[in-house]
């Protein structure tokens, strides 16, 4: 049979996305990275758009491709991914689904590391900005709803619950991203959502379900 058609509940709305991993150079040959495919926030990007949204989607470089009816904005480090972000600003709503590299290497090499038999090079890292808790920490230009994600391998809903605070977004999507779910890299996810009022476990479904449910809360949120 048929679906039905997706009602338009977020028809005149500008919606942020962030989604994929970040890669960060190493040398010019070499980088930092994290297992994430970018599926989730592919599909929340989709579902987003099929509701009408205008959506930016600003992406690392994830092994999905991006969504179709949404602007690509294409970034491969973690300082590219919040000046995507800032540029993209306003919103009525941000959903920050990157697994943003939490490192980055201080001074990457111009030219190709070799073995010049001083033994293996240390890698000096330091943090990355966040981008969730400055998008959040926005005065006027703060979105309305801005939703982060907490992927954990364990303590999941207590890390989660802090990371919502300490971020000071409105609402978090915990998930177990232990190698055992099979979730990192797999077509389903069990998530928790958490917000001021309250959390709810929701049943392992697809990412696809997971991102149509998403969409749908946040078009109440903001209607
Ligand atoms: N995030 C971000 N910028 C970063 C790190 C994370 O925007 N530099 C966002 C992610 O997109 C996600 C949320 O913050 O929505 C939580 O990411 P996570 O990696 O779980 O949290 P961290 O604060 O990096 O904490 P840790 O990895 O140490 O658990
Ligand atoms: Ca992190």
Not at 4 to 10: F, H, K, W
Not at 167 to 176: E, L, P
Not at 192 to 211: F, H, N, S
Request: aromatic share 2%; hydrophobic share 45%; charged share 20%.
């Amino acid at each position: 049979a048929a679906l039905a058609p997706v009602a338009r509940t977020l028809g005149g709305k500008h919606l942020l996305v962030t989604s994929g991993p970040t890669h960060e150079p190493i040398d010019p040959v070499r980088y930092i990275a994290n297992r994430s495919s970018g599926a989730q926030g592919t599909a929340i990007g989709a579902a987003l758009a099929e509701r009408g949204a205008r959506v930016t989607f600003v992406t690392g470089p994830a092994s999905v491709p991006p969504p179709s009816g949404v602007e690509v904005i294409r970034v491969e480090t973690a300082g590219e991914m919040l000046a995507a972000v800032q540029a993209a600003l306003p919103a009525d709503a941000a959903v920050m689904a990157a697994a943003v590299a939490d490192w980055h290497v201080v001074s990457a090499s111009g030219q190709k590391l070799k073995k010049d038999g001083g033994g293996p090079p240390t890698l000096a890292l330091a943090q990355n900005p966040d981008i969730l808790a400055a998008v959040a920490g926005l005065g006027e230009s703060r979105p309305r709803l801005v939703v982060g994600f907490a992927a954990e391998t364990e303590n999941v809903l207590e890390h989660a619950r802090a990371k919502r605070l300490r971020k000071g977004c409105d609402w978090i999507v915990a998930n177990d991203v232990s190698s055992a779910t099979g979730i990192m890299g797999g077509t389903e996810n069990a998530v928790t959502l958490i917000t001021a009022g309250g959390e709810e476990a929701w049943e392992r479904m697809g990412k696809d379900a997971v991102a149509a449910r998403l969409a749908d809360r946040i078009a109440q949120a903001l209607a």
